[in-house]
């Protein structure tokens, strides 16, 4: 685990100011490194280095000619590039005998201990899923670990591609390597030698002097981005396989049994800058126990966007899946629509800078008759045709033109190539096409009857830029529009019906308080009670009550009679969620003014999967109820459409969102949630007075329809 990703600002320049300023060394020459005799030396090095990384292969390669061997030569000549093991192309015949991809909340614990949770039976039973990218690192690693065993080198120093020396490298390497291999007289003196590494968890030995040189490693220990990896340390590694979990996390717990050391510091670091590619399977689960507090914004950084892009096809061609590809990319995609409004429309024909969208897919009243105009409008634009047309066209794009047909195995490969941009870590959308959907022209339908006010809206591809745009009606024609069967009462007869709601006992970043089932109870009016005290747990000095469905639904009215608590610093949720990508559709009441309503809706694109996580603020408004919600119960309602999102307070419509109005319809299964949270962020719900507490939020009912 690289944790210096999760670095700060401070953090991050005092990193780029050692990356700068390596380059001022005079001495690069290293007696560790020889590419042949003495024998004792590093004789090999290995880069695991992706195929679809190029640049890092380009930049590592820049680091290895900077540093001279005993003979002089380069570190580059005796370095080999290992193709690394690609997460998309994963299938587990390819590792069932030497990885098992899970491993434990204890595993964990026990490399990076923490006062605030155990290592006991439940820690050891909490088994964690290692995400594809941590699958892929690991194998990279125990393939190249075969290579060192089945070799004559007896050292060799493997490398991570997102890695550069430190300034004064070669002495430190010399100094230590003199220490340790010089001054023995065995011919292989260590099995591991970590050059790279970050010390976390509780030391054993509390009043060890910092070592001088190397030494065994004290504390727990992240990162197998750089190591010395002696012939016989290898053998022993493939003795000790299967490995489980992150493969750092995995060494760590093989130390025992292996002669391991590390440097007095670390001389080998990974570059904070370069974005990472590994999603970190252990952060969701250390979120949900508490123990993961930082809260900064998650928002996705600006890029310049090679475009604008228009597609076209046949319908059955995977232009869906393109126009949700091209969203993942970062583009703002308006797709699978008879007719672009108006103004949309105008703007874009006449070349103005305004228009809401840089990618048109599937766009009806964009047809080939128009590529000429559109091509010699925006001498940047970018074509793709899942099928090609008939007529010739090739003059019109002077090469900027692709063919994309829906069979092609690898369509990142030929999209990044072609746009320019980063290859990406998450799989390429599979889905049917929706075909082009009509549009609503002849009036406004959307039904906003009380008075609002949005508040700042997060920046990102997805929420439509355009403070005029007004969004895209849909004609309600399509699937999952109509709501007639009712799928759960959640309260009858004074229980919860646990066949489809649980009890939450997690938490994340932003809140306060712990949710436990012990602060959920039915009284004997049969009204569901949330209730948060001022009653501390390891991890948090409050706890609170929460409800969420066991399934996950796609589109229907989700409808709670309830009364929120009116103790500023609380907020009380009723909310549909989903991680992978994030999305969510959000009522809020915020215990500083109940007779306000909250709404939000946050949007990231992707499938199932998707490692879109973005966004702090969402897009919030917020709404005069006209009443006080504190003081009696109200039913509140989310109305989820394929092509409309609408409010509800008492069965009336209060307020409606369509598509791009200002983000797309979510469009993947949620949970739905009830909760009653303490919230970091004293701007959204006031300070809160801890002698008015416990306070709690009521339930009279709670419905799915579909």
């Not at 996580?613 to 989310?638: M, N, Q, S, V």
């Amino acid at each position: 685990m690289n944790t210096r990703s999760f670095s700060d600002l401070y953090t991050r320049l005092q990193h780029k100011l050692l990356f700068y300023t390596r380059v001022l060394e005079i001495n690069t020459k290293s007696n560790s490194f020889a590419t042949q005799n003495p024998s004792n030396s590093i004789q090999r090095i290995y880069v695991i280095n992706l195929d679809r990384k190029p640049d890092r292969w380009k930049q590592i390669s820049r680091e290895l000619k900077r540093i001279r061997s005993w003979s002089g030569e380069a570190l580059f000549s005796i370095t080999r590039r290992f193709s690394a093991i690609d997460a998309r192309y994963l299938t587990k015949e390819s590792y069932n005998d030497v990885l098992k991809p899970e491993y434990s909340l204890a595993d964990q614990l026990q490399v990076e201990p923490n006062p605030r949770v155990d290592i006991d039976a439940k820690s050891q039973v909490h088994r964690i899923s290692m995400s594809p990218q941590e699958i892929a690192i690991a194998l990279s690693h125990i393939q190249i670990w075969k290579l060192i065993a089945s070799s004559k080198v007896p050292y060799t120093l493997v490398l991570e591609d997102d890695v550069y020396f430190r300034r004064n490298f070669s002495r430190s390497i010399d100094k230590l390597w003199s220490q340790v291999v010089g001054q023995s007289p065995k011919e292989m003196v260590f099995d591991l030698l970590f050059l790279s590494f970050q010390e976390v968890g509780v030391s054993s030995s509390p009043n060890r002097v910092p070592a001088k040189s190397a030494h065994k490693p004290d504390w727990g220990i992240w990162q197998a981005s750089g190591y010395v990896l002696s012939q016989r340390g290898a053998e022993k590694l493939i003795k000790l396989l299967p490995a489980y979990g992150p493969i750092d996390l995995w060494l760590n717990l093989q130390f025992e049994k292996l002669d391991v050391l590390i440097a007095h510091q670390s001389i080998i670091e990974q570059q904070v800058d370069v974005p990472s590619t590994n999603y970190y399977s252990v952060m969701p689960v250390l979120s949900q126990i508490g123990i993961y507090t930082a809260e900064k914004p998650f928002v996705p950084q600006s890029k310049k966007l090679v475009g604008p892009v228009f597609a076209f096809g046949n319908p059955g061609t995977g232009l869906t899946a393109l126009a949700k590809a091209l969203s993942m990319l970062g583009y703002t995609c308006c797709s699978d629509i008879v007719q672009l409004p108006s103004s949309e429309q105008n703007k874009l024909l006449n070349g103005k800078r305004t228009t809401t969208f840089n990618a048109y897919v599937n766009v009806g009243s964009l047809n080939l008759d128009l590529l000429t105009k559109l091509a010699k409008t925006y001498p940047k634009a970018r074509f793709i045709f899942t099928t090609y047309p008939k007529h010739q066209v090739s003059s019109v794009f002077q090469n900027r033109e692709i063919h994309l047909p829906n069979d092609y195995k690898d369509k990142w490969e030929i999209l990044s190539k072609f746009l320019n941009c980063e290859y990406p870590s998450f799989s390429y959308p599979v889905c049917d096409d929706i075909g082009q959907r009509g549009i609503e022209f002849s009036r406004n339908p959307i039904k906003n009857s009380l008075p609002f006010r949005n508040l700042k809206f997060d920046s990102s591809p997805w929420i439509a830029p355009s403070k005029d745009w007004q969004g895209i009606f849909i004609n309600e024609t399509q699937q999952n529009n109509h709501f007639d069967k009712k799928v759960i009462v959640g309260i009858d007869n004074h229980r919860i019906n646990d066949k489809y709601w649980k009890l939450r006992d997690d938490t994340f970043p932003s809140n306060l308080a712990l949710f436990s089932p012990n602060n959920l109870n039915i009284d004997n009016s049969g009204i569901l009670n949330l209730t948060l005290r001022n009653q501390g747990s390891p991890v948090r000095a409050f706890s609170s009550g929460a409800i969420v469905t066991r399934q996950t639904y796609l589109y229907g009215k989700f409808s709670v009679k309830i009364r929120p608590s009116n103790i500023a610093g609380l907020v009380t949720g009723v909310f549909l969620h989903r991680n992978s990508p994030h999305q969510e559709i959000d009522i809020e009441f915020l215990g500083k003014d109940t007779t306000r309503m909250l709404i939000n809706v946050f949007y990231n694109p992707g499938i199932n999967g998707t490692k879109l996580e973005y966004g702090y603020r969402g897009t919030p408004t917020l709404i005069e109820l006209g009443f006080d919600a504190a003081k009696d119960f109200h039913t509140y309602e989310i109305e989820w459409k394929a092509n409309m999102l609408s409010w509800l307070v008492d069965g009336q419509i209060i307020h409606q969102r369509t598509l791009w109005n200002p983000t797309p319809i979510p469009d993947l299964p949620m949970e739905f949630n009830v909760t009653l949270w303490y919230p970091r962020s004293k701007e959204l719900a006031g300070n809160l007075d801890p002698s008015r507490i416990p306070s709690t939020t009521k339930i009279k009912s709670i419905c799915v329809i579909q």
